[in-house]
């Protein structure tokens, strides 16, 4: 990737999401938003790849609520659009577009509520991690909170690299837990 396969970094966005009882979100980090960060959606998988974010697959979003518990998810949007709610049903719709980057810290909620007839999305895992799948279930809930808070904080930001936005708005101490 070239500097002009990116965006300037200025226009981060981070949204807060509290425990609505279903959707555990994450207790401390928060959603980072790049409205228009990648001038090249449709290299969407390398630009994650060569920030170190790997395990990459492109797709579309699950139309029911769902989280990972293990792993932070980065989603990149290489084509089409779609409205997205991030939280729960309590939580917060966005219109994603062409170019725009989602990082999703383990455990907060996501579903897409509608999409054009062309979207794809690109998804990524810091380091490659494995990533399971929840949708809230009640017997699963203890071992989820736990394993959300061990989830270690990326080395980079999934568009930017080392020195990212991501890197000081989720700057933590071990094991993501905040100094």
């Known amino acids: 990737m070239t500097k002009r396969d ?13 425990d609505d009882g279903t959707m555990p979100n994450h207790p401390f980090l ?17 630009l994650f790849e060569a920030a170190g974010w790997g395990n990459t697959w492109e797709n579309g979003v699950y139309p029911y609520h769902h ?23 309590g939580g917060r719709s966005i219109e994603a577009r062409a170019g725009d980057v989602l990082v999703l810290p383990a455990g907060t909620g996501h579903r897409r509520l509608s ?9 990524g ?9 929840r949708t809230g ?11 959300i808070r061990l989830v270690p904080i990326p080395q980079s930001d ?17 094991c993501g837990r905040p100094d």
């Open 30 to 46: 928060p959603v980072l938003y790049y409205p228009g960060a990648v001038n090249e959606p449709a290299r969407m998988t390398a």
């Open 115 to 123: 999409a054009t007839a062309d979207f794809l999305i690109a998804g």
């Open 6 to 18: 990116k965006a300037a970094p200025g226009g981060v966005q981070t949204f807060r999401f509290k």
């Open 158 to 174: 999934p568009v930017f690299g080392r020195g990212g936005p991501l890197t000081e708005l989720w700057r933590a101490g071990p």
């Open 137 to 147: 279930k009640p017997d699963e809930r203890q071992r989820d909170l736990e394993e």
């Open 125 to 133: 895992y810091p380091g490659g991690m494995d990533y399971n799948m």
């Open 67 to 89: 989280y990972h518990s293990d792993a932070h998810e980065a989603l990149g949007v290489v084509r089409g659009s779609a409205r997205l709610q991030l939280g729960g049903d």
